[in-house]
């Protein structure tokens, strides 16, 4: 503790929040920076299915802020101040442009099918022109909206209910498919799940991490598994580390798998590399079922 502590309390405590405030400040001023300077990068996770051989049907795509002093930093880092601060608006639109862009490179490269999730913040969400953005992006991009998901987790589902609920449509009719992210460890209720027109559930990483050696997990992981089941709507696993992990995953019927234990988010060329082993080359065109309306 610092000294002073006692007696000057409030003022230890109004100079602690001064440097948060410094330092948040200056973090705010570097991130509109970095965007002006294109210093951030997309990682590609892929994600797998397990029940047709360990192909690969898509990627995550994951930011990372490639700062020159600091090296690689995590978003963890800094999407919450992007967040809080509003820059996460500029920085999305950054994102979801790189994400389209490089999607239909690999989309005219023959992996017709592949799908890239982007993440989307409660912030961005609730913007007016958020549709029309990523129409916009996907016009721009000469993207096909069926290669193109959008995850938000169930906080951003909540916010505004109304607004979100009419956004989610107009992006679905688009095409786009809405993944629910780190599904199960926000505060909802399952009844949204029915008035939205979500497609997947991501079953967060929290649910997998004990699933092989605590029979309590196992059975919310069984739960999260039969909500999706019973609801007809895909499940990908997150951070699916082991193959004991991978193995109850499997016995259970969740087959679409993300985690370290295939691989973890891979720059652009690996990504490639990726595909290039584990694409499963569609026998005539696409093997997309549905045109979007
Ligand atoms: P998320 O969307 O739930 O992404 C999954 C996170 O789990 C990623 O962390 C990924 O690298 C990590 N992960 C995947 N498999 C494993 C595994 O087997 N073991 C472990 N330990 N971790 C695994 P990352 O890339 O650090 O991203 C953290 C969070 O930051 C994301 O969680 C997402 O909420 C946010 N984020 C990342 N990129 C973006 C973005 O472009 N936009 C927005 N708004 N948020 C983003
Ligand atoms: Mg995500
Ligand atoms: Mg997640
Ligand atoms: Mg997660």
């Known amino acids: 503790m610092k000294k002073g502590i006692n007696h000057g309390g409030i003022q230890f405590f109004s100079g602690g929040i001064r440097e948060k405030a410094m330092k948040l400040y200056k973090l705010e001023f570097e991130i509109r920076r970095a965007i002006q300077a294109q210093e951030f990068v997309l990682m590609y996770q892929p994600i797998v299915d397990i029940q047709a051989g360990n192909k690969i049907v898509g990627f995550e795509a994951l930011v990372r802020w490639n700062q020159s002093e600091r090296g690689i930093i995590s978003p963890a880092e800094f999407i919450p101040i992007a967040e809080e601060t509003g820059l996460i608006v500029p920085m999305g639109a950054l994102i979801l442009r790189m994400a389209c862009k490089q999607t239909k490179q690999w989309v005219d490269m023959g992996y017709k099918d592949i799908q890239v999730a982007v993440n989307f913040s409660a912030k961005q969400f609730s913007m007016d022109s958020m549709v029309d953005d990523v129409r916009r992006v996907l016009t721009e991009t000469n993207l096909n909206p069926r290669n193109l998901k959008l995850e938000i987790t169930e906080y951003t589902a909540m916010c505004e209910a109304d607004k979100t609920i009419e956004i989610m449509r107009a992006l679905s009719n688009m095409g786009i498919q809405i993944s629910i992210d780190d599904f199960g460890t926000g505060y909802s209720s399952l009844s949204y799940l029915k008035r939205y027109p979500v497609h997947t559930l991501k079953m967060d990483k929290y649910f997998v991490d004990h699933v092989a050696d605590n029979e309590e997990d196992a059975s919310f992981a069984r739960m999260v598994i039969g909500i999706a089941k019973s609801l007809n ?61």
């Open 233 to 293: 709507l895909d499940l990908i696993a997150e951070g699916v580390e082991t193959k004991e992990q991978l193995d109850f995953l499997y016995r259970e019927g969740c087959h679409l798998i993300q985690g370290f234990y295939f691989s973890r988010p891979l720059n652009t060329d690996m990504a490639l590399e990726y595909m290039k082993e584990h694409y499963n080359v569609p026998t005539q065109g696409s093997s997309f079922e549905t045109e979007p309306e």
